[in-house]
C-alpha cells in the first residue's frame, strides 16, 4: 500500500504504515528467517543496542532542520516500525518485511538531498543497512552513448551503492527519450537491482513534482516498487528568512533591523513573481551574493573594524537576480 506524506504548513497527522497480512511463513524461508530489509536479524539486536545514541543524535539533526515537520514525524514514526519488526524477532513472531525505495517530489532546494543522506545514516544506525552511504547521481552518470554502455555505466553505480541508498536526481529525465532511448535501458537495471538486493540496496528516486508523477506513469512496474512517496514542499517566508538569518550567524554576520527588514521585503516580492522562489538555494545563493557585496563597500575603506566586518546593511541585501 502507497504511503503518500505531504508536507503542509498545517499539522496533519503522522502516516500510517500499513502492510497486509503475511502468509503463514514456510520454514526455512526469509519470512521465517526474518531477513530482508525491514526485518532486522538477530545479531544486529547488541549493536544497535549500542547505537541508540547516534541514532537520537541523528533524530536532533533531523529536529534542527528548518520546516520539514511532516518528514521529521514520518521518519519517527519508521523507527517505531523497524523498532518494533525487532522485538518481534526477538519473541519469534513474524516480522513483516518493508519496502523502503523512495520517490521524493519536489523543487529543487527543497531538501531532498539532505533528507536522502540523514535517511542513509539512520538506516544504518538501526540495522536496516549495513553501511548507510548515500550514492547521489543523475541521467549522465547511468545513461551511456551505445547499447550495452547503459546497462554497465548503471550497474557501476549500483555496485558503489550496495549496502546503502542510490539517490538519483532528476530521474524521470531517464524516460524522457521514449522507448528507443537508453534511458529506458538504464530504468531496466535498476529494477532488476532492486530485485537482487531486496536486503541490501535502497533506491531514491528524486524530482519536480508534476515530472515524477508522468514519470511513474510511463512504466506503471515502478510504482509499486516505491511504496514511499514524499512531497517536499517550498519553504514559507518565515522558514526562508530563518534559513537566511542561520546561513548569516554561521558565517559570523549580522544582519541590522534595517538589513532584516530589507532582506524580508526582498523574499516576499520574489516569492510573488516566481514559481520557484520558495527554496532554500536561492537564498544560500542570496547570502554568498550579499556577502561579497557587504565586501566591495568595506574595501573602500582604508580599514574596518570588528563590528563593521560582522554588520550586514540594507544596502548590502543584494537584490540582483540569484
Not at 503463514?24 to 538477530?42: D, F, L, M, Y
Not at 518494533?84 to 513472531?93: H, S, T
Not at 550496495?162 to 529525465?173: Q, R
Request: aromatic share 8%; net charge positive.
Amino acid at each position: 500500500m502507497t504511503i503518500r506524506v505531504t508536507f503542509r504548513p498545517d499539522n496533519f497527522q503522522p502516516p500510517v504504515i500499513q502492510t497486509p497480512t503475511p502468509p503463514n511463513p514456510v520454514p526455512g524461508s526469509s519470512a521465517a528467517e526474518g531477513t530482508g530489509i525491514g526485518r532486522v536479524r538477530k545479531n544486529n539486536f547488541v549493536s544497535a543496542e549500542k547505537d541508540k545514541d547516534k541514532i537520537a543524535e541523528i533524530l536532533a539533526e533531523l529536529e534542527s532542520y528548518i520546516g520539514l515537520e511532516t518528514v521529521k514525524r514520518f521518519i519517527k514514526d519508521l523507527q517505531a516500525y523497524v523498532e518494533i519488526q525487532k522485538r518481534r524477532v526477538q519473541e519469534k513472531l513474524i516480522s513483516e518485511p518493508l519496502v523502503l525505495h523512495m520517490i521524493f517530489r519536489g523543487n529543487p532546494g527543497t531538501g531532498k538531498t539532505t533528507v536522502a543522506r540523514l535517511v542513509g545514516r539512520l538506516y544504518k544506525e538501526m540495522g536496516v543497512l549495513p553501511k548507510g552511504h548515500v550514492i547521489e547521481c543523475e541521467r549522465a552518470d547511468l545513461v551511456g552513448e551505445y547499447i550495452g554502455h547503459t546497462a554497465q555505466k548503471t550497474r557501476d553505480q549500483i555496485k558503489k551503492a550496495l549496502g546503502g541508498v542510490l539517490f538519483i536526481d532528476e530521474a524521470y529525465s531517464l524516460a524522457r527519450g521514449g522507448e528507443k532511448d537508453f534511458g529506458k535501458e538504464a530504468i531496466d537495471a535498476l529494477v532488476k537491482a532492486m530485485e537482487d538486493n531486496k536486503d541490501n540496496l535502497v533506491l531514491i528516486l528524486a524530482g519536480y513534482r508534476q515530472e515524477m508523477d508522468w514519470f511513474l506513469q510511463t512504466n506503471p512496474g515502478l510504482r509499486s516498487r516505491f511504496p514511499i512517496h514524499i512531497d517536499f514542499p517550498d519553504y514559507t517566508l518565515d522558514e526562508l528568512l530563518s534559513i537566511g538569518n542561520l546561513m548569516f550567524k554561521t558565517r559570523q554576520y549580522e544582519l541590522t533591523k534595517e538589513a532584516r527588514e530589507a532582506l524580508r521585503n526582498y523574499l516576499q516580492a520574489l516569492l510573488h513573481s516566481h514559481p520557484y522562489a520558495g527554496n532554500a538555494r536561492l537564498v544560500r545563493n542570496l547570502v554568498e551574493k550579499t556577502v561579497r557585496k557587504q565586501a566591495v563597500r568595506l574595501f573602500q575603506k582604508p580599514s574596518s573594524s570588528r563590528e563593521e566586518l560582522i554588520k550586514i546593511l540594507p544596502e548590502d541585501i543584494n537584490t540582483e537576480a540569484v
